[in-house]
Each structure stands twice: as structure tokens, then as C-alpha cells.
């Protein structure tokens, strides 16, 4: 399995994934990494209806995730994995599997966040939460698009 790309984005599966993240790694399947959406029917069937045809979609709760990555069952595809926020990636890692870096893309502003890269904010939880995989060694990077320079923004965090 070759894990292409760890985004997070709280919109998950849309337009932006689809039509320049999945071509541009040429994902074969996109993994939804959340404890609560794995729970939600309702949900899973919109990312379903989202998804490209082209990628197989996986929704998992983050300690299934992890069991899953470690035991390679992808071997032999291109694998993005979407978060909606940072807590799964660190619960994964609290699983056993840890990420090499993570890419965020767009976090809403809501009450109480504070901007951490250029369409992204992130409320003190949150920001504790990149702030413990910074400290597991994990590059956190901001990038909207492929075409978008990828900027580190690991040090936000120290």
C-alpha cells in the first residue's frame, strides 16, 4: 500500500478532493478516517455518493484505521487518507500506526479557532492535537491544491 497523501479537511469528500487530489496521486481508494462519521449511516452514504467512480471508499474509525494500515491490506494501491479534523491521525498513532507528515487543507473558522494556515483554523483542542503529533515527529504542512507550493507549518506548533 502506498499511502499517497494524510489530508485534513473538514469537508471530507468534494469537489476539490476529487477533481485535483485523486488525479493528481491517481488514488485508487480514499480512506475516511473519523470515529463519528464511521457511526453515521447518513453520512457514509453522502461521502459514498461523493466519491469518484474511479476510487473505492473505506470509512473507518480511527483504531480500525490503524489496525488496517498496519497490517498493509491495501498492498499494491494508492491510498489517501481524509481526516476532517487532527484528532484521528493522533488516535491512529495512539493505535499503533503513525503518519510521516499530514497535509491540511481547508479547517472552517468556527467560535474560538485561530487561523493556522491559509484556509485553515483550528480550535484549542485542535491546536493541542497538532501540536501532540508535531511532537511525535509528524510534518504538518499547508497545501490547498496541488499546484499550491506546500508550505511546513510544523513550527506553529512548538
Same mark, same amino acid.
Given at each position: 500500500m502506498a499511502i499517497v497523501d494524510v489530508r485534513? @479537511? @473538514?469537508?471530507?469528500?468534494?469537489?476539490?478532493?476529487?477533481?485535483?487530489?485523486?488525479?493528481?496521486?491517481?488514488?485508487d481508494r480514499i480512506v475516511v478516517v473519523d470515529d463519528l462519521v464511521a457511526q453515521d449511516e447518513m453520512r457514509k452514504s453522502v461521502l459514498r455518493l461523493a466519491c469518484p467512480d474511479r476510487c473505492k471508499l473505506s470509512i473507518f474509525s480511527a483504531e480500525k484505521a490503524a489496525d488496517k494500515?498496519?497490517?498493509?491490506? @491495501?498492498?499494491?494501491?494508492?491510498?489517501?487518507?481524509?481526516?476532517?479534523?487532527?484528532?484521528?491521525i493522533a488516535q491512529m498513532a495512539d493505535a499503533g500506526f503513525q503518519v510521516e507528515y499530514v497535509t491540511v487543507g481547508n479547517i472552517s473558522s468556527r467560535e474560538g479557532s485561530r487561523q493556522i494556515a491559509s484556509t485553515a483554523y483550528a480550535t484549542p /483542542? #485542535?491546536? /493541542? @492535537?497538532?501540536? #501532540?503529533?508535531?511532537?511525535?515527529?509528524?510534518?504538518?504542512?499547508d497545501q490547498m491544491v496541488p499546484t499550491n507550493p506546500r508550505v511546513d507549518i510544523t513550527g506553529k506548533f512548538d
Amino acid at each position: 500500500m502506498a499511502i499517497v497523501d494524510v489530508r485534513i @479537511d @473538514d469537508r471530507l469528500v468534494h469537489g476539490q478532493v476529487c477533481s485535483y487530489w485523486v488525479p493528481h496521486f491517481s488514488v485508487d481508494r480514499i480512506v475516511v478516517v473519523d470515529d463519528l462519521v464511521a457511526q453515521d449511516e447518513m453520512r457514509k452514504s453522502v461521502l459514498r455518493l461523493a466519491c469518484p467512480d474511479r476510487c473505492k471508499l473505506s470509512i473507518f474509525s480511527a483504531e480500525k484505521a490503524a489496525d488496517k494500515f498496519s497490517r498493509n491490506i @491495501d498492498r499494491g494501491i494508492k491510498v489517501l487518507i481524509l481526516c476532517n479534523r487532527p484528532r484521528p491521525i493522533a488516535q491512529m498513532a495512539d493505535a499503533g500506526f503513525q503518519v510521516e507528515y499530514v497535509t491540511v487543507g481547508n479547517i472552517s473558522s468556527r467560535e474560538g479557532s485561530r487561523q493556522i494556515a491559509s484556509t485553515a483554523y483550528a480550535t484549542p /483542542e #485542535e491546536w /493541542e @492535537d497538532f501540536r #501532540e503529533l508535531a511532537r511525535r515527529g509528524v510534518k504538518i504542512f499547508d497545501q490547498m491544491v496541488p499546484t499550491n507550493p506546500r508550505v511546513d507549518i510544523t513550527g506553529k506548533f512548538d
